[in-house]
């Protein structure tokens, strides 16, 4: 199964989205070895920082960028996401409470 890894190259003066693809068994999550693994073949010599918020920091001094988080993970399987701005828009165009004409 492939998962894709949204993830966020932190700058001093920009930020880069940018993807990676790890490949795991049926059923699996990556790990942090996997995540570790992928950023390595992309050139990026990372430690992780944070486990819960899935940052990393380089591991040598002198990288260009400051850190990198995962910003989501893609493994195909559907996923209910509510589209806040459409609910925003719903709410504010219908009424919220009927009244009589």
């Given at each position: 199964?492939?998962?894709?890894?949204?993830?966020?190259?932190?700058?001093?003066?920009?930020?880069?989205?940018?993807?990676?693809?790890?490949?795991?068994?049926e059923g699996e999550k990556p790990s942090?070895?996997?995540?570790?693994?992928?950023?390595?073949?992309?050139g990026f010599k990372l430690r992780i920082e944070d486990r819960e918020q899935l940052i990393f920091k380089p591991a040598e001094a002198g990288a260009a960028y400051s850190l990198i988080r995962i910003r989501s993970l893609d493994t195909g399987e559907k996923t209910y996401k509510e589209?806040?701005?459409l609910r925003a828009l719903l709410t504010h165009l219908l009424p919220g409470e009927s009244r009589p004409l």
């Amino acid at each position: 199964m492939e998962c894709i890894v949204h993830f966020e190259v932190v700058y001093p003066h920009e930020n880069k989205e940018l993807r990676g693809l790890i490949f795991l068994n049926e059923g699996e999550k990556p790990s942090e070895r996997d995540f570790l693994d992928m950023f390595q073949s992309m050139g990026f010599k990372l430690r992780i920082e944070d486990r819960e918020q899935l940052i990393f920091k380089p591991a040598e001094a002198g990288a260009a960028y400051s850190l990198i988080r995962i910003r989501s993970l893609d493994t195909g399987e559907k996923t209910y996401k509510e589209d806040q701005e459409l609910r925003a828009l719903l709410t504010h165009l219908l009424p919220g409470e009927s009244r009589p004409l």
